[in-house]
């Protein structure tokens, strides 16, 4: 991709009563043929509920290396400490 910027727009049909679309997203800033490789081997089958499971169980294995003692310290720190614990696991 000779562009920074890159964007995805997909426009569907109404859905019939119970009807669902799975959907797969990879990304690469190599190239979209990669991207769709990273997607193919992160998110091996369309089972929603298995992805979501494993997704939990990475997230919860990152955030158990942390071990915050809370004492005396103010409510609007922890908010603040708490709401960015996502960002420090994906970046740190």
């Known amino acids: 991709m000779a562009s920074r910027d890159a964007a995805v727009m997909i426009r569907l049909n109404p859905l019939a009563a119970g009807e669902h679309i799975l959907v797969r997203i990879g990304m690469s800033f190599i190239s979209p043929n990669q991207a769709c490789s990273n997607a193919a081997e992160e998110i091996p089958t369309f089972d929603f509920d298995a992805v979501s499971r494993s997704s939990v169980s990475q997230f919860e ?24 614990v996502p960002s420090f ?3 740190g």
Do not use: G, Q
């Not at 294995?61 to 960015?84: G, M």
């Open 61 to 84: 294995s990152l955030l158990n290396r942390l071990r915050v003692d809370t004492t005396d310290v103010p409510e609007d720190i922890l908010k603040l400490f708490y709401s960015s």
């Open 89 to 91: 696991i994906e970046y």
